[in-house]
C-alpha cells in the first residue's frame, strides 16, 4: 500500500502548494490593487484614524480634527469658516470621499505618504502618537474674504494671482457650502449631500477653476496684446482704419457696438471704451493661429493647469473660420475660459509679460513643522514682452483711470489698477442674465503684487445694470485692497 | 548512531523515543504564543495585558499535561504532531482573544445582540476539553486496531451525526448543527473521524475484493456491483448533506477522504477516475438546482461585483485582508481584519492571520498544517497493519482537505464553504474533534514506531549447538 501513500503524499503537498502560491499572488501581487479597491474600508479608515494634519493660511489652520467615540473612524474632519474655504480645501468626508486639496495631499495629510517615513519610524521610537503633516497654502486670508463677502448672495467666482511668483491668494466661489456638514457619515451628513447634490445652483462646483465662461469683453486683451506681439499694431495712440458699423468678414452681419467713438478708434480708445468693431477687426487682422499662438502662452487650451487642484482647460478654438475667429477675439462665440485664466492673463500683464504658473501650495510640512517640501515659483511662459506688456498696461490703467473708462470702480487712492470689465451674453439669443467680468491688477513701486478675476454669473439686478465695471469692480477693488493691505 | 537491527541472537535495541524531543519543541510552541500574546496587547493598549501570566500558565499546563500522557501511555509516538497542534491551538486563541478587543466586532454584537461576550475564555475551555479527549484516547485505545471491531457502528454513528443537523434549524443558512440546550454542536467534525474509522474497517476487508474481482472495460477496472453499494451510497450521502444541509465543506471533505482511502486500498487508479467523475457528476447536479451552490460560485468569481456586494461583502473582505496584509503584515493587533464582521474569528480567521502577520506568516503558517499532514501519511508509511495505514492516510487526508477547502475558500482560490480552520478557529466542536483526531495519529505512530518486541528465547537453541567430534 505505500505506492499509493506516497503519490496521495504528493497530492497533499499539491494541496499546500496551491494555497502557498495562491498566499503569494494574494498578498504580493495583487496587493496593490486589493489595498486601492474602492470597497476597501481601509483607505477612509486610515484618514481618519489618526488627528488629521491641517491646512493652513496665514499660519492658521483653517481645518481641524474633533474626536468621536466611532470605531471606524477616530477623528472627524472640521472646518473654519467651511463656505469661504472650500474652494480650497475641498472636502474630506467619511461617508463621501475627499476632493481638491484633502484629496490631492491625502498623505502628508493622514501622514501615511513615503515623504513622512523618517518621521514616522522616528515616531516609532519616542511612543509619539501618529499625527498628520501640514499643508501651508499661498492664500491670503483677508484677500479671501474680501472675495468671498464681495461675491456675497451673488453666484460667481474670484481668483486672486500674485504675479510675481503666480500664488494664488484667494479662491472664492458662490453659492458655496459648508463641508463640515457632510464630514461624518451619519444620517444627517447624507441628507446634507444629497441636498447639495441636488441643488440646481451646484454649490459644490467650484467655479473659479472648474467653470469656463464666455469672457467677454476681458478677452480683449487678449486680443491687444496678440495684436502688439504680432506687429499688427506698433502704436497704440494711431488711429485704427475701423469702419463703423464694422462687418464680420465673409458674413453680413455688423458687429454691434455698445460704446460711441468707435470708428477709426487708437486701441487706446478702443479699450477703454470697449469697442467690439476694433476688436473684431484686430482679431480678423491677426489672424485664427497667431491668435491662438497667443492665447496659448497665456494658458488657452491647457488641460493641465494644476494648481495642484486641476483647473478646467480654457478655450480658444483652434478650428473655426473667419467670423468665428473675429467674434471669438471679442471674447465670444467659442471662446470660453476659467475665472483662475483670465487672473492668470491679468497677472502676466502686471508681471512685464511673465507669466508664473499659479499654485496654493506654498510647503508642505511634517507634524513638527519641518519643511518636507517648498513649492518654488516656476515661469510658465511669456505671453508678451516688457514693452508690450508695459504698453497694455497703460491701456489698462487708463481704463480705471479716465473718466470714461468701464473701469471707474476699481479705483483705490494712490495705487496704480489697472483692468478691464466684460459683459458676456449668454442663453440662446444671449436671453440669459449675462456674466459680468473684471480683471485687474494693482501695482507699487515693487511692481504688482496682486492680479485678479471676478466673474459674477447671475444676480438679482436688473440686465441694463450688468455691467462688469459695476459689478465686478468694487469686488476686485476689494480684493486687490485687502492685499495690499496686508502688505503694509 | 543507533540501528535497529533484530537477530536472534542479539536482542532489539531501543528505537529513541524522542520525548525529550517533543518537551523541546513544545516549549517553542507555548512560548511563540505567549510572545503573540504579549505583542497584541502591546499593540492594542501599549501595555502588557494583564492574563498574559494566566494564559502562558494555562497554555503551559495544557501542553505539559498532553506531553506527559504521551510520554506514559504512547511512548514511541511521533515527536511532532503535538507541539505543531498545540502552537496552532495556542495560536489561534492569541488571535480570539485579538478579535475579542476589537471594538467593530464589540459593537456589531452589542447592537445585533445586544452584548458581547469574549470567546477567546470559551476557546480556552474548548482547548482543554480537546486535550482533555487527547488524554482520554491515549489512555483508553491501547491498540488502535480496536476500532476496527467498530467498523460497521461507526458507519452507523456517523450516518446519525450526518443526518441529524436535518432535523434542527439553520443557522446562518446552513444545517450543520445540533443544539442541545445551550450547547451546539457541530456534528460533521466528529463525523469525520467516525467515517474514516469506518472506512479503515470496511476496506480493510474488501480491499481485495475491489481490486481484483472486477472486469476491465474501457481501460478501466470495474468493481462489482455488490462491492461497489457502499461507495455509491456515500457518493449518494455526501450529495444529500450538500442539498438538505447546505454544506459544501463537508460534502467536499467526506467525499475527497472517501476516494483517497479507496486508491490507498486497492491501489487502483481507476478509482481516483470514478470518484472525479462522480463528485463532477454530483457537483455539477446539484450546482444547476441548489440556489446556494451557484451563489456561492457566483461570489467566489466576482465578490466585488456591485450587484452582490451586500451578500459577498465577507469573501470580498477577507480578499482585502489579505491584500492590505501585504508581505510582512501589518504587526499582531493592528490590522482591520475585523471588517469582515460576522464569523471574523471562526471561518474567517486566516484573514486575521493573512493582514496582521504577512504573506511570510501565512507561509509559514501553512507550512505548519502541512507538516502535520506530512507526519500523518509518515505515520501512514510507517504503520504495519493494513487498518493503521488506511487510518492514518484517511485523518490526514481529511486534515489536508480541510485546510485546503477552508484555507482556498477563504483566500478565494476555490468556493467558500463553511468549515473552520483546524486548531486556530473560534469553535468547540472543531477543537475537540481536532484534539482527537490528532491522538488517534499519536497512537497509530506509536505502534508504528515501537520497537518489535525481541524474540522469545528459542527452547531449540540448546538443541542445535555445533556438536564436536
Known amino acids: 500500500m505505500n505506492k499509493p501513500l506516497r503519490r496521495i503524499a504528493i497530492f497533499c503537498g499539491l494541496l499546500v502548494l496551491a494555497l502557498l502560491v495562491r498566499t503569494n499572488w494574494l498578498q504580493y501581487v495583487q496587493a496593490d490593487d486589493l489595498n486601492t479597491n474602492s470597497k476597501n474600508r481601509r483607505v477612509l479608515i486610515e484618514r481618519y484614524a489618526a488627528e488629521r494634519g491641517n491646512i493652513i493660511v496665514d499660519g492658521k489652520p483653517i481645518t481641524g480634527s474633533v474626536e468621536t467615540n466611532d470605531t471606524d473612524f477616530k477623528f472627524k474632519r472640521t472646518y473654519v469658516n467651511g463656505p469661504m474655504w472650500a474652494p480650497v480645501t475641498g472636502y474630506a468626508s467619511q461617508a463621501f470621499d475627499a476632493n481638491q486639496i484633502e484629496k490631492l495631499e491625502d498623505g502628508i495629510l493622514t501622514g501615511n505618504s513615503d515623504q513622512l517615513f523618517f518621521d514616522r519610524t522616528m515616531a516609532m521610537f519616542t511612543g509619539d502618537k501618529k499625527k498628520g503633516g501640514n499643508v501651508v497654502t499661498t492664500l491670503n486670508g483677508a484677500a479671501q474674504k474680501a472675495a468671498y463677502e464681495g461675491l456675497g448672495s451673488k453666484k460667481g467666482a474670484v481668483a486672486a494671482i500674485d504675479p510675481q511668483t503666480g500664488k494664488i491668494l484667494a479662491l472664492a466661489s458662490t453659492p458655496s457650502y459648508d463641508p463640515t456638514t457632510f464630514a461624518g457619515y451619519g444620517a444627517s451628513d447624507e441628507k446634507a449631500w444629497n441636498a447639495l447634490e441636488r441643488d440646481k445652483n451646484k454649490p459644490k462646483l467650484n467655479r473659479a477653476l472648474r467653470e469656463v465662461y464666455p469672457p467677454g469683453s476681458t478677452f480683449k486683451v487678449v486680443t491687444a496684446a496678440a495684436a502688439l506681439e504680432h506687429g499688427v499694431i506698433d502704436d497704440i495712440d494711431a488711429a485704427t482704419d475701423t469702419p463703423e458699423p464694422y462687418i464680420l468678414p465673409n458674413t453680413t452681419r455688423p458687429m454691434v457696438n455698445h460704446a460711441n467713438g468707435c470708428k477709426n478708434a487708437s486701441l487706446m480708445k478702443a479699450l477703454e471704451v470697449s469697442c467690439n468693431s476694433v476688436f473684431a477687426k484686430l482679431g480678423d487682422e491677426v489672424g485664427r493661429d497667431k491668435m491662438l499662438e497667443t492665447a496659448q502662452k497665456f494658458g488657452f487650451n491647457d488641460p493641465e493647469i494644476d494648481t495642484p487642484v486641476r483647473a478646467a482647460a480654457s478655450v480658444y478654438d483652434k478650428n473655426m473660420d473667419r467670423p468665428g475667429n473675429a467674434l471669438s477675439s471679442i471674447g465670444q462665440f467659442n471662446t470660453a475660459t476659467t475665472p483662475l485664466q483670465m487672473a492668470m492673463v491679468a497677472a502676466a500683464i502686471a508681471n512685464d509679460g511673465k507669466l508664473m504658473k499659479p499654485y496654493m501650495i506654498d510647503q508642505l510640512e511634517t507634524p513638527k513643522l519641518d519643511v518636507i517640501k517648498k513649492t518654488e515659483p516656476q515661469e510658465m511662459s511669456r505671453p508678451l514682452s516688457q514693452k508690450n506688456a508695459q504698453l497694455l498696461q497703460k491701456m489698462m490703467e487708463n481704463v480705471v483711470e479716465s473718466p470714461n473708462g468701464t473701469g471707474g470702480k476699481a479705483k483705490i487712492d494712490n495705487v496704480t489698477v489697472g483692468g478691464k470689465t466684460g459683459t458676456a451674453q449668454h442663453g440662446e439669443n444671449n436671453s440669459k442674465n449675462p456674466y459680468a467680468w473684471f480683471i485687474s491688477y494693482a501695482k507699487t513701486a515693487d511692481g504688482s503684487p496682486v492680479a485678479v478675476a471676478v466673474v459674477v454669473e447671475d444676480s438679482e439686478a436688473k440686465r441694463d445694470d450688468i455691467t462688469g465695471g459695476g459689478l465686478a469692480g468694487p469686488i476686485a477693488r476689494d480684493v486687490m485692497k485687502a492685499v495690499l493691505d496686508s502688505k503694509k | ?469
Open chain 2, 1 to 469: 548512531m543507533s540501528v535497529v537491527t533484530n537477530t536472534t541472537t542479539i536482542g532489539a535495541i531501543e528505537a529513541p523515543s524522542r520525548r525529550n524531543t517533543e518537551l523541546m519543541l513544545l516549549a517553542f510552541a507555548v512560548i511563540i504564543p505567549v510572545f503573540a500574546y504579549i505583542n497584541v496587547g502591546l499593540a492594542l493598549d501599549g501595555k502588557l495585558p494583564a492574563g498574559v501570566l494566566g494564559y502562558g500558565v494555562g497554555l503551559g499546563l495544557l501542553a505539559g499535561v498532553a506531553h506527559l500522557a504521551v510520554r506514559k501511555f504512547a511512548k514511541y509516538a511521533d515527536p511532532l504532531l503535538l507541539p505543531l497542534a498545540a502552537l496552532l491551538n495556542g495560536l489561534g486563541l492569541v488571535m480570539i482573544w485579538r478579535l475579542d478587543q476589537s471594538p467593530r466586532l464589540i459593537q456589531r454584537a452589542e447592537k445585533l445582540f445586544g452584548g458581547f461576550s469574549p470567546d477567546a475564555p470559551k476557546q480556552l475551555l474548548y482547548s482543554a476539553i480537546g486535550i482533555g479527549l487527547f488524554v482520554g484516547v491515549l489512555m483508553l485505545l491501547k491498540d488502535h486496531r480496536i476500532l476496527q471491531r467498530y467498523t460497521y457502528i461507526s458507519m452507523a454513528a456517523a450516518l446519525v451525526l450526518l443526518i441529524l443537523p436535518v432535523f434542527f434549524p439553520a443557522v446562518n443558512g446552513a444545517k450543520i448543527w445540533i443544539s442541545l440546550g445551550p450547547f451546539t454542536i457541530q456534528p460533521g467534525e466528529f463525523a469525520k473521524i467516525i467515517i474514516a474509522i469506518f472506512f479503515s474497517g470496511y476496506l480493510m476487508v474488501k480491499r481485495d475484493a475491489l481490486a481484483l474481482a472486477s472486469r476491465r472495460f474501457m481501460g478501466l477496472y470495474l468493481p462489482r456491483g455488490r462491492d461497489l453499494g457502499p461507495i455509491l451510497m456515500v457518493w449518494a450521502m455526501s450529495i444529500l448533506i450538500l442539498v438538505f444541509e447546505t454544506d459544501l465543506g463537508t460534502s467536499l471533505l467526506f467525499f475527497g477522504l472517501f476516494v483517497i482511502m479507496l486508491y490507498v486500498a486497492t491501489e487502483r487508479t481507476s478509482w481516483i477516475v470514478f470518484g472525479l467523475l462522480m463528485s463532477a457528476v454530483g457537483a455539477v447536479g446539484v450546482a444547476s438546482f441548489e440556489p446556494h451552490v451557484q451563489q456561492r460560485v457566483d461570489f467566489w468569481l466576482n465578490p466585488f461585483a456591485e450587484e452582490t456586494w451586500r451578500q459577498s461583502e465577507q469573501i470580498g473582505q477577507a480578499l482585502m485582508s489579505f491584500g492590505s496584509g501585504g508581505t510582512l503584515g501589518t504587526g499582531l493587533g493592528q490590522g482591520d481584519s475585523d471588517l469582515i464582521g460576522f464569523a471574523a474569528n471562526s471561518d474567517f480567521i486566516l484573514s486575521t492571520f493573512g493582514e496582521e502577520m504577512g504573506l511570510a506568516g501565512m507561509m509559514a503558517f501553512l507550512l505548519l498544517y502541512g507538516l502535520i499532514v506530512e507526519r500523518g501519511v509518515r505515520t501512514a508509511l510507517a504503520a504495519r497493519d493494513p487498518f493503521g495505514k488506511l487510518l492514518a492516510i484517511g485523518l490526514s487526508g481529511a486534515f489536508a482537505i480541510q485546510v485546503f477547502v477552508v484555507a482556498g475558500g477563504v483566500m478565494g482560490l476555490i468556493p467558500l464553504t463553511g468549515m473552520t480552520m483546524p486548531f486556530v478557529a473560534y469553535g468547540g466542536s472543531s477543537v475537540i474533534a481536532n484534539w482527537a483526531l490528532i491522538g488517534i495519529l499519536i497512537r497509530i505512530s506509536d505502534t508504528a514506531r515501537r520497537p518489535a518486541p525481541a524474540p522469545a528465547p528459542s527452547p531449540d537453541a540448546e538443541m542445535t549447538q555445533v556438536v564436536r567430534p
